[in-house]
Each structure stands twice: as structure tokens, then as C-alpha cells.
């Protein structure tokens, strides 16, 4: 009798056999939707911090997206010995100036055209660094005074790979005065030191430059000496170097002049793409940022009883002809939720905490060909639809670097023609 | 004893063969038969209760001799072939079926308990590509595994009214439940879509049998419309780039109830000689009247045609091969499921023969079917099956009271 009891299934079943699919999908229906309003808008963040960023960013260039973009870069140098005798010697009279140079070497970064030449103009700061009392920064809208006379000049062909370094030669009768502070000993501290030289802004002649170039703060001001006359001599140098790289910031701007976002109105407002030739515009260092609006997706909730967004594609399409070798398309766009006013919340999350970003993709085909950026905002939208508040919340792309580069993409709304942007929506009722 | 049996029952009732169409509704439809019937193409509402219980028809319960008691267990061994147009693939599956007891309780009445399977619903479903609906030719996969089923306890009472005609009624309670975990992976999502469902319900059944003369009895069984009142309880998770969220975390909610329709069966038992015996039974449900197509599946009136014969030798003799009852039969079911709008039907062909263990009732039916359900076409599956059931009936007298008396 207990045998009977038992049942079993001495075959596995693999599942292939299947009747009344369309059974299966009338009972929980999936369905596409690409239908939702994406609304695309342009916001000018208010300023960014650009002090303690660890680069010289010099240059400016014509964008014929985005105007005039030119950035100055303002540091103060310093030494911890301020005796020019190096040696045992203690004599230092015998000392000679001979020249002094500014040592800008090269970090990784460039920006648009580097086949020609760029013309750099250094000019003595003639204001102490007094950053802002509340978080102690300088900003990219930041400036200090500075004498109007050239200290030193350069025009070259930047060449951040394969270069290390440029020379440019400082004046000699600064360097001469320069040189005879510490001569003649009127220059013993840090502090005495600052008084005399606040510091020194670089910036590029904008009539000579197609590009914005980043140096590294192992830069140095040199001065060149020698004890003895003639070549015979023994030849000496010091070095200022950038030793805090808070007092070191570049002041990037841009005219916009025009060009289509001309109007781009400062922060707490936006200017919407159907303003700006269906286009949203995103560049970093000026602080111009893409936001993305979807106003109607609490609409999806009428869809059924019970109902989910299991996924859903933000595809952003990058401008046709609006990037290229000399203006590369950054492989992620960096995503922030934010509320009515622009202000950030939170950078988009999954549930883990984990950061997402919105991904350069490109199709399997040989021409390599940009399908856009995509990004997944199936649990945004999900949430977005269940509110029960009237607030809505909307997303902020930004490049992934922020301050100290002034790489941009300029995005296709859903408007566009030719650089559609698309959300593709996957719902399920249940 | 009993309760041990019922136990058991309760956990094992629930595992019957698996089928692909078991999807639709409270799942295939079990059909538990008792005594010699699955060898009788499954015709029985003329038959009598004289050496089985007869399930068929509870106002034969009046047949059971006096003082008798009758146990029944049954169990089935089922091949099945499934084939489509694109594979064949057997399964083998064995069963416990069904478990009763009866007797009288005066000279005019009868009573029965007994518990079988009503429902299997056993399916798996494993990478069906299913378009998403207004997309541009995409296409989402679907996983589903379903189990369970529904139980059905039978409280028959039989009452004869005089020796040509009897009346019985049964209250059929109906209680079990389904889980159905599904698994969709949608564009880069995979949603889980667990749920549970618990059905109860209780159904009347009134039934009657009349002898028109010692050789020809005459069956009606009619079982209501009923409601058999669902309620679910379901988890539905999302797991996508962003992460794994709960969209319902054990959510207990009302759910369609299903409807039974009515049934109606009628049948007729003719013997000649008492040696041969002809039996025939024709049932239709009303599935149309119960308007639950949309949610369940497509279901249609159903007719059910079965014809057995059987002969016996002997009632009483010293010879053991004289009393073997040896039978035959067929059954035509046009079924009440309507797939890509073609019926379900299911064909067999029955032989067995029941062995007597003692000289009251006791006696081993054992019976083979061979049947056919379903077609092959694009969209559907046919299902050969080979069916072995062995059913054993016990007798026992109890109280004698009679001599005491």
C-alpha cells in the first residue's frame, strides 16, 4: 500500500512543449512603449569649483557649437630655501643672474585643434589668493587682478604627446629683481616671499590658439645663476615650484555669441531644446549641463490594475557632425536626479548603491557607427510612475570630469531628426 | 487508519502526470474511476454497486449488499508520449488515485466517503519567445513552472425509494491549490511573477438509477453549476541594471473564482443472460454557460461518450477462472478546451478484467487503456498514453446484528 502512495516522475520535464502561447501572453501582457514626451532642456550650473584640480588648463578655441571657450590659469609658486648658495659656500656675492623660464610639462590633457599654433602670455598676479570664505575654493567664474605687461611669451605647436615640457622664457628684468631679492637677502620666508610675487596668470592670446592644453603642477618657475664669469663658471638653478595646489585655479568661460544657446539663462532656470534647434548641450568646465524631463510617465500607472516598468532605454544620440578626432565623445555621460529648481539629489543609483552612467555605445557593424549613449532607467521611471506627491524629478547629464576639462557632446532631443533621442519602455501587467 | 490514508492523500494527491494543457483553467481535469469502469471506456452511470463502489452514480450505493463494507484504493502507472511537429518525448508517471469507503446504513440507504484528485495542474514552459506587443520585432522569454492542483471529497448518501428506483446525493467539496512561477526576461530585465492560488468549493450532485426490469437499469447524474472561490497570493520581482526590486512581497488578493457548469450524464446497463453486459453512458457539460473564457482559457460545451461490454462465466462457482470478469470499452471525450479555436478531444480504447480475492466482493480490476489526446499541429501537442490502473476493492461484513436480532 505504501508504494501506491508514492508518485513520481521518472522523466524530467525540459519544458518544450507548450500550448496556447497567446494564452501565456494575454494573461500577463508585455508590452513596448516609445511613445512617452522626453523633454530636453539646457541649464547653466552656477559655478564649479575648479581650485585644487591638480591641472594648468590654458587655450582657447572657436566651437562652433559652444562659442569663444577659453580657459586662464591662475597659481602662486613658492620655495622652502631662500639662500641662492646651494653649495657650502657662504659667500654670495659672487653670484650672477643669467635667465629665468616658467617649466610648464605637459599632463595628458587636450582639447580641439593641436596642428597649430597656440600663443601663451604669462602676467604677474597682483592680488593675494583669497578664495571663498565658505568652502575655500576659487571658481571657474574666479579672476585676480593682475600688471597688464607681458612677463614672458610663447607661441608653439603643443605637442602633450611625446613632449614633456615647455620653456617659456621669462623677462629678464624681472628676473634680474628677482633674482637680487634673494641676493641681497630681502627675501627670508614664505611669507616675504607671497608679498613680493602673489603669483602669475597664464593665458592664451585668443587670436592664436585652437586649443585648450592641461599642464601638470610638477610645472616650475626657474631662475638660472652662476658664481664666476664666462663659461668657465659654475652654473646654478632654483626652483618655484606649485607647492599648494589651492592656489592654483582656472577661470574658464565661454561667448556664446551666436550660437544656439546664447540665451542660456544662469542656473536655477532652463532653456528648453525646442529653443536651442532641438539639441541639448553638455560642457564641462563652463558648467553647461543636458537635463531630461518625463512628464507624462505617472500616466502609464492607467495602463492596467497592476502594472510594472521592468526596463526601460534612454537612448541619446550625440549630434551628427558634432564630434569628430579633434572633438572626441567621452565613453559615459555622468547622471544626477534632480528636482524642479536644478538641484542635485543624488546621482542615479541602482539598489546596491552602485553609481550608473549613461554608456557611449557603438553598433556591431564595421563602420563602428555611434548608436548613442544609453542608459537604464527602468527603476527611475518605475519610481517616478508610483509617486504620489505632484513632484517630479528629472535627470542631469554631465560628462564624466567636470571641472578641469572642456570636452562637450551635444545630444539630439526626441524632436531631432537625425540624432533621435529615443526611450524605449517595457511594461508588464501582472 | 483512515486518517493516515488521508494524510497521506493530502500530500501526494496533488502530483499527477504532467501536461502541457494542464495550463488552462484549474488544470487537466482528473477523472478517478473505481472498480471495473477505466476497463468500461469509463461508462458507469447505469452500473451498479453490487461488487464496487461505482463513483459514477451515488444512487447505486443502495446496491451494496447488507452489512457490507466496501474499501477501495486505487492507483495508475501512465506512459505518455507528447509529439508536436517537431519532437517526441516520453514520460512515465505513477500514481496514487483515488481512496473510498461504503456501506449501508439501513436496508434503504447507502453512504460513501471518498477522496480523489479533480485537477493536475503540472506544466513547464521553459525559453517561449513571445513577441512584446508594439514593438519592432522584439521578442520576450518566458520560463513558467506550474504545480498543484485540486482535490475532491466526496460525501455521497443514497436512499431507495423502492426496488426499481433509487436516488443519491453527493456533496462533492473541492479544495486545493496551483502555484504558477513564471519567469520573464524582457529586453535586459528578468521579472519573476510567483503566485499561489487556493480554491475551494462544494458542489451537489443528485443522481438516480432505475431498474425498468432486473436486466436493464437506467442512470441520471446531474451536477450542478458551481463556484469554487480562489484567492491568491503573490510575489512579483524585477531584477534589471539597477538592481533586484519587490514589486509584491506575498500579496494576499482575491482572484476569478472558477465556475464548474452543469453536467448532465445518462447512461443505460443492459445484461443478457447475466453473462454479457452492455454499458453506455453520454454526458455533457455546459462550459459555455460559465463565461469564463477570457480568463481562464477558451472553454466549450463538452460531450463525453462511453460504451463498455463485459462478460462473466459465472457469478458463484467453484471454478476460479468462471468468476473473472473480463471487459472492454471505449470513450469519446470532444473535450472543453478549445486551443488555436480546436478542441482538445481525447480517444481510448480499454481492456481489463477484475480478479476475485474472496468469496464476497473483494476482488483486483486491473485495466489497461490506450488513449489519444490532442493533435499535432503548429501550436498543439498530442499526448499517446498507455494507462495501467489496478483498483482493489475490499469487503468486509461488519456488525452482524442481524443474528442478534
Not at chain 1, 210 to 222: E, M, Q, T
Not at chain 1, 321 to 350: A, C, G, Q, W
Not at chain 1, 405 to 411: I, N, P, W
Not at chain 2, 195 to 214: C, E
Request: proline share 3%; aromatic share 12%.
Amino acid at each position: 500500500m505504501g508504494l501506491l502512495i508514492v508518485s513520481c516522475d521518472s522523466d524530467t520535464d525540459a519544458g518544450e512543449f507548450v500550448v496556447g502561447a497567446d494564452y501565456l501572453a494575454i494573461k500577463n501582457k508585455v508590452i513596448e512603449i516609445d511613445t512617452v514626451t522626453i523633454d530636453v532642456s539646457n541649464i547653466k550650473l552656477d559655478s564649479l569649483v575648479t581650485s585644487n584640480q591638480s591641472r594648468i588648463l590654458v587655450g582657447n578655441y572657436d566651437d562652433p557649437l559652444f562659442g569663444k571657450v577659453k580657459s586662464d590659469s591662475y597659481f602662486q609658486v613658492a620655495t622652502t630655501s631662500f639662500n641662492l648658495n646651494l653649495s657650502s659656500d657662504t659667500e654670495s656675492t659672487g653670484y650672477v643672474f643669467d635667465s629665468i623660464a616658467m617649466i610648464l610639462r605637459y599632463d595628458d590633457y587636450y582639447f580641439a585643434d593641436t596642428t597649430k599654433v597656440q600663443t601663451l602670455n604669462i602676467r604677474r598676479i597682483t592680488q593675494n589668493f583669497k578664495p571663498n570664505k565658505d568652502d575655500k575654493s576659487f571658481y571657474n567664474s574666479s579672476s585676480l587682478t593682475y600688471d597688464s605687461p607681458i612677463l614672458g611669451t610663447i607661441s608653439y605647436k603643443p605637442k602633450p604627446i611625446g613632449r614633456d615640457s615647455i620653456n617659456i622664457k621669462v623677462s629678464n628684468e624681472f628676473g634680474l629683481e628677482f633674482f637680487n631679492k634673494f641676493k641681497n637677502n630681502e627675501i627670508t620666508s614664505y611669507d616675504d616671499f607671497t608679498d613680493y610675487l602673489k603669483g602669475f596668470v597664464i593665458s592664451s592670446e585668443s587670436g592664436n590658439s585652437n586649443s585648450v592644453i592641461g599642464f601638470n603642477l610638477s610645472s616650475v618657475l626657474r631662475l638660472y645663476y652662476s658664481k664666476g664669469k664666462g663659461d668657465a663658471g659654475n652654473k646654478y638653478h632654483m626652483d618655484f615650484a606649485i607647492s599648494d595646489a589651492t592656489k592654483q585655479f582656472n577661470a574658464i568661460s565661454s561667448d556664446r555669441a551666436g550660437t544656439l544657446i546664447q540665451d542660456l539663462p544662469l542656473a536655477k532656470a532652463n532653456l528648453s531644446s525646442s529653443l536651442t534647434g532641438n539639441k541639448g548641450f553638455i560642457q564641462s568646465g563652463t558648467g553647461i549641463v543636458c537635463r531630461v524631463d518625463f512628464p507624462n510617465v505617472k500616466q502609464l500607472k492607467y495602463l492596467s490594475e497592476k502594472g510594472a516598468i521592468v526596463d526601460a532605454k534612454l537612448i541619446m544620440k550625440p549630434v551628427k557632425d558634432s564630434y569628430s578626432k579633434m572633438f572626441p565623445l567621452p565613453e559615459s555621460l555622468n547622471v544626477y536626479v534632480v528636482d524642479k529648481l536644478n538641484r542635485i539629489k543624488t546621482t542615479l543609483t541602482n539598489s546596491s548603491g552602485g553609481t550608473m552612467v549613461a554608456t557611449l555605445t557603438k553598433g556591431n557593424d564595421e563602420f563602428d557607427e555611434i548608436v548613442g549613449y544609453q542608459l537604464s532607467v527602468g527603476a527611475f521611471l518605475q519610481k517616478e510612475m508610483l509617486k504620489l506627491s505632484d513632484s517630479k524629478s528629472g535627470l542631469i547629464f554631465t560628462l564624466p570630469i567636470l571641472s578641469k576639462v572642456v570636452d562637450r557632446v551635444a545630444l539630439g532631443d526626441q524632436y531631432s531628426k537625425e540624432s533621435q533621442m529615443k526611450l524605449q519602455i517595457y511594461y508588464i501587467s501582472y | 487508519m483512515v486518517l493516515v490514508f488521508f494524510t497521506s492523500f493530502f500530500s501526494h494527491s496533488q502530483s499527477i502526470s504532467t501536461s502541457p494543457y494542464s495550463l488552462y483553467g484549474l488544470g487537466s481535469l482528473y477523472e478517478a474511476n473505481f472498480g471495473l469502469i477505466p476497463s468500461l471506456g469509463t461508462a458507469g452511470v447505469a452500473l451498479s454497486s453490487e461488487n464496487f463502489i461505482n463513483n459514477k452514480n451515488a444512487a447505486s450505493l443502495v446496491d451494496i449488499p447488507e452489512n457490507n463494507f466496501f474499501f477501495e484504493v486505487g492507483g495508475k502507472g501512465i506512459q505518455t508520449s507528447f509529439e508536436n511537429s517537431q519532437r517526441v518525448e516520453n514520460r512515465n508517471n505513477f500514481q496514487f488515485s483515488h481512496f473510498a469507503f461504503a456501506f449501508p446504513i439501513t436496508k434503504k440507504s447507502a453512504v460513501s466517503v471518498a477522496m480523489m484528485p479533480y485537477s493536475s495542474s503540472s506544466f513547464k514552459i521553459s525559453g517561449l519567445k513571445i513577441p512584446i506587443i508594439d514593438s519592432s520585432n522584439e521578442y520576450y522569454y518566458l520560463d513558467v513552472l506550474g504545480t498543484g492542483g485540486l482535490n475532491n471529497l466526496d460525501f455521497s448518501y443514497a436512499y431507495k425509494v423502492s426496488n426499481k428506483l433509487s436516488f443519491g446525493l453527493t456533496g462533492s467539496v473541492l479544495f486545493g491549490n496551483t502555484t504558477d512561477n513564471r519567469t520573464y526576461e524582457i529586453n535586459n530585465s528578468v521579472t519573476t511573477i510567483d503566485k499561489k492560488v487556493s480554491y475551494s468549493g462544494i458542489r451537489p450532485i443528485l443522481s438516480t438509477q432505475f431498474k425498468a426490469d432486473p436486466s436493464l437499469t437506467f442512470g441520471l447524474n446531474v451536477k450542478s453549476p458551481s463556484r469554487v472561490n480562489a484567492s491568491k497570493i503573490q510575489s512579483v520581482t524585477v531584477t534589471n541594471t539597477s538592481g533586484t526590486y519587490d514589486l509584491e512581497d506575498e500579496v494576499k488578493s482575491n482572484t476569478d473564482d472558477f465556475y464548474l457548469p452543469l453536467e448532465i450524464g445518462v447512461g443505460f446497463n443492459k445484461s443478457f443472460k447475466n453473462k454479457l453486459n452492455i454499458t453506455f453512458d453520454y454526458e455533457k457539460d455546459f462550459w459555455d454557460a460559465t463565461n469564463q473564457s477570457d480568463l481562464y482559457g477558451t472553454f466549450a460545451n463538452q460531450e463525453k461518450f462511453g460504451l463498455g461490454f463485459s462478460y462473466q462465466k459465472k457469478k458463484v462457482s467453484r471454478n476460479y477462472f468462471d468468476r473473472i470478469k473480463y471487459a472492454t470499452g471505449f470513450n469519446y471525450d470532444t473535450g472543453y478546451l478549445e486551443v488555436d479555436n480546436k478542441k482538445i478531444e481525447d480517444k481510448s480504447f480499454s481492456v481489463g478484467l477484475s480478479l476475485p480475492l474472496d468469496q464476497l466482493s473483494s476482488s483486483l480490476f486491473i485495466s489497461y487503456s490506450y488513449g489519444q489526446k490532442g493533435q499535432i499541429t503548429n501550436s498543439l501537442v498530442q499526448e499517446n498514453y498507455h494507462k495501467l490502473t489496478l483498483n482493489l476493492n475490499l469487503d468486509g461484513i461488519w456488525f452482524v446484528r442481524k443474528k442478534l436480532d
